[in-house]
């Protein structure tokens, strides 16, 4: 057995080249959905939406794609895959020389991230730490929490050889190709989408939005204007709720309204948990959503790719569509814990994660035809 472990690893890390250009080959009847830097949570988030047909795509592969510096562990991610005998999930290991001076050009990842490209239908960026203020030419705010740079490094590098960016106008972007390749970013993704081509960020929501330094005083405004649950910060009961849920403001004539047939005064409630956002949008985007007093842009969708959208919020937490999930509370005083499904029950909004996986899913299946 322990042999057929080392045997699998070998193969599943062996050759990045090889790899892909034998999936192509091999799986052409096989939608391939690139996964970059997928940390356990995200592996098994994304396993039960497949699972459960909440993304409904026929022969599905991810492909997890992780950089070789990165700071999600590549090692987690292949003992989770082997434990729980997951088989529509191949790993693939990246190397490459990046920093933050050779990001919007051609360098030592590009060949690669072509070939991704090449042999995927389309990929997902996920939530994760604070982009690091250098990479869009800003100091670093005191509350600002650099965690994984290497990470933040390859994504941006990514989405810039993906869509092109106003920080290198010679670049030509690899959608140019394919304009129909789906490109997803979700809250930590979506910010890289706008970083990478030419946008920036608010480093701190409360502080620079709204003018506050307190962790109480976030708690005494308007729930909507809540992005992470800030009743963690000041108290340690382990039922409380990490994440935030609130309503978001669709915007007319755009992504929700348009292809997802939703109307434009609905204001379905979502979850998130991030104090980051887009303050300065890319030109390359348009807004699609925001939060329900406007200073917050909730989603995004590219100008010139109509497949390319990007969210604040998490869709794709499990959490979000198990019944029999964790309850929670979301502060102190509350007596009765709910799972974050029946928060969204309550809330009339799970219906809006459906069709979101349902619209998410469509884009698949045209690319067959």
């Not at 020389?97 to 070939?115: A, I, P, R, V, W």
């Not at 974050?340 to 996986?357: A, G, N, P, R, T």
Request: aromatic content about 14%; some cysteine; hydrophobic content about 35%.
């Amino acid at each position: 057995m322990k042999k057929t472990l080392i045997l699998l690893s070998i193969l599943l890390t062996f050759s990045f080249n090889f790899s892909f250009a034998n999936i192509k080959i091999a799986n052409l009847d096989t939608t391939r959905i690139a996964l970059v830097n997928p940390g356990v949570f995200y592996l098994k988030s994304l396993t039960f939406l497949s699972d459960n047909r909440y993304i409904d795509i026929n022969r599905i592969q991810y492909q997890a794609v992780f950089y070789s510096k990165s700071e999600v562990s590549f090692e987690e991610a292949e003992q989770y895959i082997t434990d729980n005998e997951i088989k529509n999930i191949k790993l693939f290991k990246i190397e490459g020389d990046l920093n933050q001076n050779n990001l919007y050009k051609e360098n030592s990842c590009t060949k690669s991230f072509y070939e991704i490209f090449k042999n995927s239908d389309g990929i997902i960026f996920l939530g994760g730490w604070d982009l690091p203020p250098a990479t869009y030419n800003q100091k670093t705010n005191l509350l600002t929490n650099i965690v994984t740079p290497n990470r933040h490094y390859f994504e941006l590098s990514f989405l810039f050889h993906l869509l092109g960016g106003s920080q290198n106008q010679n670049h030509k972007a690899f959608l140019d190709e394919n304009p129909n390749y789906v490109v997803s970013g979700i809250c930590l993704g979506l910010q890289t989408m706008n970083v990478a081509t030419g946008g920036d960020l608010y480093q701190d929501i409360p502080s620079e939005v709204y003018n506050l330094k307190y962790a109480e005083d976030v708690l005494n405004i308007d729930e909507n204007n809540r992005h992470r649950n800030y009743w963690v910060n000041i108290n340690k009961d382990s039922s409380i709720d990490n994440h935030s849920f609130h309503k978001i403001k669709l915007i007319n004539n755009q992504l929700f309204t348009d292809r997802l047939k939703l109307k434009a005064d609905y204001q379905p409630t979502v979850c998130s948990s991030h104090h980051q956002a887009i303050k300065n949008l890319s030109n390359r985007f348009k807004v699609a959503a925001t939060s329900i007093d406007g200073k917050i842009i909730e989603a995004i969708s590219h100008k010139k790719f109509k497949n390319v959208f990007g969210v604040q919020f998490h869709p794709e937490f499990y959490t979000l569509y198990d019944s029999e999930s964790k309850k929670v509370k979301m502060k102190p005083s509350e007596e009765t814990l709910m799972t974050e499904y029946e928060i969204l029950e309550k809330h009339e909004s799970f219906d809006f994660h459906v069709k979101y996986w349902e619209f998410f899913s469509s884009l698949f299946k045209k690319q067959q035809f």
